[in-house]
């Protein structure tokens, strides 16, 4: 299943003959798949075998329920992907990589099987463990949790980033490892989070950040990775918070304006960007 573009598309419909003729015997098929889980939506790129995205939808009332045990979950290969496109338990053996949530499992403590939804492979991606995984990536999983504490309904969505760094010759590569046998899991260079909270009366604010997949000092302040959302698009080929942002005509600096039906403002201006103290790696 492919993910639907909400937005207005410029494509010009297909000729009638490209059907009969032309895709006589189908287009390809695959690419992407959607799933849909208790406490996510997942969108997962078999080329790459790494999320595209992962969307949540947070509430105090859900995050203060404690029903699940994390020692009762354990990392499983997706059976909803074809076993060919599926990323492997077996890829991750002696890659020094951790199997990063996108989703985190302590979103989903108020559901046993929602928690354990959250180790399918199809919401996992390779991540640097130590300064990024186990710290300062968990404190921004941390952070989003306490905006419930201020917002009602607070939407995230996660992923993976493959940039373009410059080479000593002056031209630009994208490079990333491979893991597995044989290689074909991809190793992102970044991770992005993209935050949406709701504030009642048709007022929204957002922030966006973006992260290298690498230890990160702990003291380096969050609204240093910050990312204006129109740069986080052009840089995954995503489009975030289509729906809303049809009603809403962008401002200069970005998801920041208003229109005569809702109000989108910068979230790191009236609540605080701020990563929560530091915390033991385990």
Aim: hydrophobic share 30%; glycine share 6%.
């Amino acid at each position: 299943t492919h993910p639907t573009n909400h937005l207005p598309s410029s494509r010009p419909p297909p000729h009638p003959s490209s059907r009969l003729s032309i895709l006589k015997f189908g287009p390809p098929g695959g690419g992407d798949d959607i799933i849909h889980r208790r406490s996510y939506v997942a969108s997962y790129n078999r080329r790459l075998r790494n999320p595209n995205w992962v969307c949540e939808h947070l509430k105090k009332d859900k995050l203060s329920e404690i029903s699940a045990n994390r020692t009762n979950s354990e990392f499983k290969e997706d059976p909803v992907i074809p076993a060919k496109f599926r990323a492997k338990l077996a890829d991750y053996y002696h890659s020094g990589y951790d199997r990063g949530h996108l989703a985190p499992a302590a979103d989903a403590r108020y559901d046993q099987k929602a928690m354990d939804e959250t180790f399918f492979l199809t919401n996992i991606s390779p991540q640097v463990g130590e300064g990024f995984n186990r710290a300062y990536w968990a404190r921004l999983e941390s952070y989003c949790r306490h905006l419930t504490k201020k917002y009602d309904n607070v939407y995230v969505i996660t992923g993976p980033a493959y940039l373009p760094k410059k080479g000593k010759d002056g031209k630009y590569f994208v490079k990333y490892q491979v893991l597995g046998t044989p290689p074909i899991l991809a190793v992102p260079t970044h991770f992005f989070k993209t935050i949406l909270v709701e504030k009642g009366k048709g007022r929204f604010a957002t922030a966006s950040f973006l992260i290298p997949n690498a230890p990160i000092e702990q003291n380096v302040p969050l609204e240093k990775f910050k990312a204006k959302t129109e740069f986080l698009e052009e840089a995954t080929g995503l489009t975030f918070w289509p729906s809303l942002r049809n009603d809403y005509t962008p401002s200069p600096q970005g998801m920041v304006g208003q229109t005569k039906k809702r109000e989108i403002s910068d979230l790191c201006s009236e609540a605080s960007c701020s990563l929560p103290p530091p915390f033991s790696e385990k």
